[in-house]
């Protein structure tokens, strides 16, 4: 499975993959019938995904 987000703000990245991360972490509980929570880990998961983003680490799309 693969999810492609594409937006127009550079800075908003970290934010965004941080969110995506979350987000994803809840399917795999429901998917898996584990019930949910929401463990206080966006600071720590904007920190690791804006390591990334410092780096170059992300792929551009060409889309317009």
Same mark, same amino acid.
């Given at each position: %499975?693969?999810?492609?987000?594409?937006? *127009? !703000?550079?800075?908003?990245?970290?934010?965004?993959? &941080?969110?995506?991360? @979350?987000?994803? !972490? &809840?399917?795999? %509980?429901?998917?898996?019938?584990?019930?949910?929570?929401?463990?206080?880990?966006? *600071?720590?998961? @904007?920190?690791?995904?804006?390591?990334?983003? &410092?780096?170059? *680490?992300?792929?551009?799309?060409?889309?317009?």
């Amino acid at each position: %499975m693969e999810f492609t987000h594409t937006f *127009d !703000d550079r800075s908003m990245a970290v934010f965004m993959a &941080a969110g995506w991360h @979350r987000c994803l !972490d &809840a399917l795999e %509980m429901i998917v898996e019938e584990i019930p949910v929570k929401w463990p206080e880990n966006a *600071d720590e998961l @904007r920190k690791v995904y804006g390591e990334i983003v &410092a780096k170059g *680490d992300i792929q551009e799309s060409n889309n317009t």
